[in-house]
Structure formats: structure tokens, C-alpha cells
């Protein structure tokens, strides 16, 4: 797709959908499992899911596993939500089967961790997985994969991975169901003229800056995670709505193009699908400086990083894996595959092309960085 529609009326056609519902969505004030809520949750998923291909990435598990077990608070120790994941999710899952079977509609659990997308052979059979899942008229319900997740493999909350599933099968829309109604000029709780900001027509430094962490001590995101994953979101080209997820009939309404919650409007056109992944899905290890000249090349020529543009190489990282390409003040602007691994790229930096070969004794390619494993972004 090469433009995207603006405007809330363009929710409406939203054929792709993927919904976020948060753990304070589902939950009571002393963090238990509020299931009278859950249903009405469950109305406006079963009422999206006509007609569209939806997507649930669905927090939950672990404050089902808390109550299950019987425990007075949410653990803090990684094992104690380990635990609490794993009696928790299949409680989650038979909630949903139950909400979608009573409509003869079939859901299926996916639990996925960072891996699984940093690796673009596993990103693409999730894709394949989601999308022949989509075609059977499935409902997936995603989480992250907390039984087994370390802190190298998590997304670390699930608006992350929400904005990452969206980017993974080209949604259309992604509605991120929070406990707040949006992104305010302020902190809502504390400031009693904080104002609803109804649209952000771009993600810049100072609209991150109005986000706050989360003041709940059952959820594991803020505002700042969710304005991020609209910001992604957007990037791809899709449209994201942050909204309250405690008022009955929001999804319903987001949907029909209200004027509720924030919404982020997508940029002008979608990344092809390997520069959303490479921009999105994954984490750096390593960080290049580069010169203004190539920085100029990069973003506006749309060239490659050729060794003479680096000025500096952070980072222990091999041939083909990601790095950060930062200009001199250190601002993070793209994001690409190395072409040679970091001790080549700190002997070749700053050397014309032509010398590589009389640099290392071998030459894999000119470009430290082949535009066609960059990113900008």
C-alpha cells in the first residue's frame, strides 16, 4: 500500500484489527480478575470481529495466576510472576474461548517472546502462523510468553508487543485499551486542566515527553510504552487510537470513527515489510557514529553507509546483526545490518572503499551498511 487514509472516518474500513487490553482493563482496584467487566469486554470484541480480521494481545495471565493461587499481591521476583503466568494463562485462554464459542467463534493461544521476532526466519513463520490463523476466521489471542521469558527476550510490556504484532501483519488499525482515556497535555490524576489531546498528527520528542509511567502497580506499561507503540504504529502506516478500555462500548466506538480516546495518525505510507522489521523488530548491538555527510546521504539520499562515513563504533557485535546508526551529537537516526563485524568495522572506519581490502586483507562488500539493510527512522 502505497498511502494510508487519515482521519478517524478511515477507522471504519479497519478490515485488520489488532486490540491491546491492558491489565488494568481487566482488573479490579485490588488487582484481581474483574470478570463482569471481561464480559463486557468480550461483547465489543465478538462485535469488532464481524466483518474484520481481529487480533488480541491480551495482558491478564499473571493477575489470574495471583488469584488462583490465592496469593495477597502481585509477586515481584521473576520466578513468583513466572509461576503466576503459567496458572494463569490457560485460565485467561478458557475466559476467551468461552466469550467467542457462545458466537461459533474459534480462538487460538499464541505466546511469543522477543526471539521470535529478532530472528527474521522465526518473525516470518509468526507472520505466516497469524495470517493462515486470520484466514480461517480465527480470533489469535497473543501474550508474552512470561513462563519462560528472561529479561534479554522480552518485549517488556505488551503495547510493545501490540505495536509489533500490528507492524507483523499489516493491520490496519491497532487500539490500545488502557485505564486512562488518552494521552493529556498533563498527568490526569494530578492536574486537574490537563486536557485530551484528540489527535497527534506526529510522534515528536516533545509529545513523548508528555507520557508518564503508569502509577498502577499491576500493569507493567505507562503512557510512554503506549505512546511508543503508537509511534511505531504509525511509522508502518496503521492507525492507533489509545483509549480507556473500563468504559463499555469504547472499542465499538473507536471503531465507528468516534471522537473518543487520542488518535495517531499513520504516516504518509507503509515501510516495506523488511525495513518495519528491521526498524521495529529489532534490538540494537551496537551503535555507529557517523559523519553529517553521510548521515545527509542516508536519510536524504536514501544511499548506503560506506566505511569513510564512520567516525566511531560502540558495541561487540558480529556481521549481519543490528546497529544503531547515531549522528554527532549521538541521536539515534536509523537502523541497519553491519556489514562486517564490529573490530573489522573499527579498522575500516573512516577508509575509502578502495583501502578495505588492503586494510583487513579481504573485502565483503563496500558498504559498511547496504541501504537495502537500512532503515531510517
Known amino acids: 500500500?502505497?498511502?494510508?487514509?487519515?482521519?478517524?472516518?478511515?477507522?471504519?474500513?479497519?478490515?485488520?484489527?489488532?486490540?491491546?487490553?491492558?491489565?488494568?482493563?481487566?482488573?479490579?482496584?485490588?488487582?484481581?480478575?474483574?470478570?463482569?467487566?471481561?464480559?463486557?469486554?468480550?461483547?465489543?470484541?465478538?462485535?469488532a470481529a464481524q466483518g474484520r480480521e481481529l487480533l488480541v494481545v491480551s495482558s491478564g495471565a499473571i493477575a489470574l495466576g495471583v488469584e488462583r493461587l490465592g496469593l495477597p499481591s502481585r509477586p515481584r521476583d521473576i520466578p513468583g510472576k513466572q509461576a503466576c503466568a503459567a496458572v494463569g494463562q490457560s485460565r485467561l485462554m478458557q475466559a476467551y474461548e468461552e466469550a467467542f464459542a457462545a458466537h461459533g467463534k474459534a480462538v487460538a493461544q499464541v505466546l511469543l517472546t522477543h526471539e521470535d521476532v529478532q530472528e527474521r526466519r522465526r518473525y516470518l513463520n509468526v507472520k505466516h502462523t497469524l495470517e493462515r490463523l486470520?484466514?480461517?476466521?480465527?480470533?489469535?489471542?497473543?501474550?508474552?510468553?512470561?513462563?519462560?521469558?528472561?529479561?534479554?527476550?522480552?518485549?517488556?510490556?505488551?503495547?510493545?508487543?501490540?505495536?509489533?504484532?500490528?507492524?507483523?501483519?499489516?493491520?490496519?488499525?491497532?487500539?490500545?485499551?488502557?485505564d486512562v482515556e488518552g494521552l493529556y497535555t498533563g498527568d490526569p490524576r494530578r492536574d486537574a486542566g490537563a486536557e485530551l489531546l484528540a489527535t497527534v498528527m506526529q510522534v515528536t520528542p516533545e509529545v513523548l515527553a508528555l507520557a508518564t509511567g503508569t502509577s498502577s502497580g499491576v500493569g507493567t506499561g505507562g503512557m510512554s510504552t503506549k505512546v511508543r507503540a503508537a509511534a511505531r504504529a504509525s511509522d508502518s502506516g496503521i492507525h492507533c487510537v489509545i483509549t480507556s478500555g473500563a468504559v463499555p462500548g469504547r472499542l465499538r466506538a473507536v471503531l465507528e470513527g468516534a471522537d473518543v480516546g487520542t488518535h495517531f495518525e499513520p504516516a504518509g505510507s507503509r515501510r516495506s515489510a523488511r525495513a518495519a522489521w528491521i526498524a521495529h523488530a529489532l534490538r540494537a548491538r551496537g551503535t555507529l557514529t557517523v559523519d553529517a555527510g553521510a548521515r545527509e546521504a542516508i536519510v536524504t539520499g536514501k544511499r548506503s553507509l560506506l566505511p569513510s562515513g564512520v567516525r566511531g563504533v560502540e558495541g561487540d557485535f558480529g556481521r549481519g546483526d543490528p546497529v544503531d546508526l547515531v549522528d554527532?551529537?549521538?541521536?539515534?537516526?536509523?537502523?541497519?545490518?553491519?556489514?562486517?563485524?564490529?573490530?573489522?568495522?573499527?579498522?575500516?572506519?573512516?577508509?575509502?572503499?578502495?583501502?578495505?581490502?588492503?586494510?583487513?586483507?579481504?573485502?565483503?562488500?563496500?558498504?559498511?551498511?547496504?541501504?537495502?539493510?537500512?532503515?531510517?527512522?
Do not use: C
Open 134 to 178: 486470520l484466514t480461517a476466521g480465527v480470533v489469535p489471542v497473543i501474550n508474552e510468553n512470561d513462563t519462560v521469558s528472561v529479561d534479554e527476550l522480552k518485549f517488556g510490556d505488551n503495547d510493545t508487543l501490540a505495536g509489533l504484532v500490528a507492524g507483523v501483519v499489516g493491520a490496519d488499525a491497532l487500539v490500545l485499551l488502557s
Open 1 to 47: 500500500m502505497s498511502s494510508i487514509s487519515t482521519g478517524r472516518t478511515a477507522l471504519r474500513s479497519a478490515q485488520r484489527v489488532v486490540v491491546k487490553i491492558g491489565t488494568n482493563a481487566l482488573t479490579n482496584a485490588t488487582g484481581r480478575f474483574n470478570r463482569q467487566h471481561f464480559d463486557a469486554l468480550g461483547q465489543d470484541l465478538l462485535w
Open 328 to 377: 554527532a551529537e549521538g541521536a539515534v537516526f536509523a537502523r541497519g545490518l553491519a556489514a562486517y563485524d564490529a573490530n573489522e568495522l573499527r579498522r575500516i572506519a573512516g577508509h575509502r572503499t578502495a583501502d578495505i581490502e588492503a586494510v583487513l586483507g579481504y573485502r565483503y562488500l563496500d558498504e559498511a551498511v547496504h541501504r537495502d539493510d537500512l532503515a531510517v527512522l
